[in-house]
C-alpha cells in the first residue's frame, strides 16, 4: 500500500451551512498543517485541495519545506458546478472528484485518506497505522454509526450516520465507481448529506470483504466543529477535543475493543 492523505479545505466558503470568517477559517488550515508538520512531516504525501480564489502564498511559504505536499486549486473562474444552495456535501465531493483527477501525487499511491481539513486528526499515526494494517487489498474503509440503542433507550442521539470527515478508498476504485457521488448529495434535503451516503453505502457493502465499515481506534480531532441542520437551519458549534468530547472517546474506543461487530 502506497497511502497519500487529501486534505480538503475552503477558506472563502460560500455554502448556505458555512461557519466562521475567512480569517478564522485560514487559521484553523494553517493550524492544521503545522500539526501534520510536526506529526508526521514527510512520511506521507498531502494533497491540499482548496476551492475558493484565497491566497494560498503564506501556507505555500510555511510548509513546502515541512510537508511532502501539492497543492491544488480550483478557482471560481474555473466554472466548474459549484452550487452554494446544496451545501457542504454535494462541494466537497465535487472538489474531491477533481482532486482525485488532478492529483500528480494520487497517481503514484494506491489509496488515499480522505481528511476535512479545518482541523487536525490528533491520533492520525494510530488511524494510519491500522489502515495500513487492515486496507491493503481493501477498496474501501470508512467509520459507520448504525445502532438502534439510543432509539431503544430514549436518546436523543442520533444512531444511523456514516463519519464524512475521514476516511480511505482506493485511488482506482474512486475514479471507477465514486467520481460522481457528489451528484446524489444535498444538505438541505433530509437523507442527502454525505453522511447518509457513506451510510447507505455501508448497509449496501456490509458483507462485501473488499470493504471495511469500522475502525478498530476511535479518531479524535482537535478545533471547533461547526455545523448546520437541515431541519431548523441553525448552526452550532462545539470543540472536538474538549473534556469532555476526549471522555466520550476513551468510552466510543473500549466499547470498539469490547464490541467490534456492534456498530456504536
Same mark, same amino acid.
Given at each position: 500500500?502506497?497511502?497519500?492523505?487529501?486534505?480538503?479545505?475552503?477558506?472563502?466558503?460560500? &455554502?448556505?451551512?458555512?461557519?466562521?470568517?475567512?480569517? *478564522?477559517? %485560514?487559521?484553523?488550515?494553517?493550524? %492544521?498543517?503545522?500539526?501534520?508538520?510536526?506529526?508526521?512531516?514527510?512520511?506521507?504525501?498531502?494533497?491540499?485541495?482548496?476551492?475558493?480564489?484565497?491566497?494560498?502564498?503564506?501556507?505555500?511559504?510555511?510548509?513546502?519545506?515541512?510537508?511532502?505536499?501539492?497543492?491544488?486549486?480550483?478557482?471560481?473562474? *474555473?466554472? +466548474?458546478? /459549484?452550487?452554494?444552495?446544496?451545501?457542504? $456535501?454535494?462541494?466537497?465531493?465535487?472538489?474531491?472528484? =477533481?482532486? &482525485? +483527477?488532478?492529483?500528480?501525487?494520487?497517481?503514484?499511491?494506491?489509496?488515499? +485518506?480522505?481528511?476535512?481539513? #479545518?482541523?487536525?486528526?490528533?491520533?492520525?499515526?494510530?488511524?494510519? @497505522?491500522?489502515?495500513?494494517? #487492515?486496507?491493503?487489498?481493501?477498496? /474501501?474503509?470508512?467509520?459507520?454509526?448504525?445502532? #438502534?440503542?439510543? =432509539?431503544?433507550? !430514549? $436518546?436523543?442521539?442520533?444512531?444511523?450516520?456514516?463519519?464524512?470527515?475521514?476516511?480511505?478508498?482506493?485511488?482506482?476504485?474512486?475514479?471507477?465507481?465514486?467520481?460522481?457521488?457528489? +451528484?446524489?448529495?444535498?444538505?438541505?434535503?433530509? !437523507?442527502?448529506?454525505?453522511?447518509?451516503?457513506?451510510?447507505?453505502? %455501508?448497509?449496501?457493502?456490509?458483507?462485501?470483504?473488499? /470493504?471495511?465499515?469500522?475502525? @478498530?481506534?476511535?479518531?479524535?480531532?482537535?478545533?471547533?466543529?461547526?455545523?448546520?441542520?437541515?431541519?431548523?437551519?441553525?448552526? !452550532?458549534?462545539?470543540?472536538?477535543?474538549?473534556? $469532555?468530547?476526549?471522555?466520550?472517546?476513551?468510552? @466510543?474506543?473500549?466499547? #470498539? &475493543?469490547?464490541?467490534?461487530?456492534?456498530? /456504536?
Amino acid at each position: 500500500m502506497k497511502l497519500a492523505i487529501l486534505l480538503t479545505a475552503t477558506v472563502k466558503v460560500q &455554502v448556505i451551512s458555512g461557519n466562521f470568517s475567512v480569517k *478564522e477559517r %485560514a487559521v484553523m488550515y494553517s493550524s %492544521a498543517l503545522r500539526y501534520y508538520a510536526n506529526k508526521i512531516g514527510k512520511k506521507y504525501p498531502i494533497v491540499f485541495l482548496e476551492n475558493s480564489d484565497y491566497d494560498l502564498s503564506e501556507l505555500k511559504k510555511e510548509f513546502n519545506d515541512k510537508l511532502d505536499i501539492e497543492w491544488i486549486q480550483l478557482r471560481p473562474n *474555473e466554472k +466548474l458546478p /459549484f452550487n452554494p444552495q446544496k451545501g457542504k $456535501s454535494f462541494n466537497e465531493y465535487l472538489m474531491i472528484k =477533481e482532486g &482525485v +483527477l488532478r492529483s500528480k501525487k494520487l497517481k503514484e499511491c494506491t489509496h488515499f +485518506l480522505k481528511i476535512t481539513g #479545518r482541523y487536525a486528526m490528533v491520533n492520525i499515526l494510530t488511524i494510519t @497505522r491500522e489502515i495500513e494494517k #487492515r486496507a491493503n487489498n481493501k477498496v /474501501f474503509m470508512g467509520d459507520i454509526k448504525d445502532t #438502534r440503542l439510543y =432509539e431503544m433507550i !430514549g $436518546s436523543k442521539n442520533y444512531g444511523h450516520w456514516g463519519d464524512s470527515r475521514f476516511w480511505v478508498c482506493q485511488v482506482e476504485y474512486y475514479k471507477s465507481q465514486m467520481l460522481e457521488c457528489y +451528484l446524489e448529495m444535498d444538505d438541505c434535503v433530509d !437523507g442527502k448529506w454525505a453522511e447518509h451516503y457513506l451510510l447507505n453505502m %455501508a448497509r449496501r457493502y456490509k458483507q462485501d470483504k473488499r /470493504f471495511i465499515f469500522r475502525f @478498530r481506534n476511535q479518531v479524535l480531532f482537535n478545533g471547533i466543529a461547526g455545523m448546520r441542520t437541515s431541519k431548523d437551519l441553525t448552526t !452550532g458549534k462545539f470543540r472536538q477535543n474538549s473534556f $469532555s468530547i476526549k471522555i466520550k472517546c476513551q468510552i @466510543r474506543h473500549l466499547m #470498539r &475493543v469490547l464490541f467490534p461487530k456492534f456498530w /456504536f
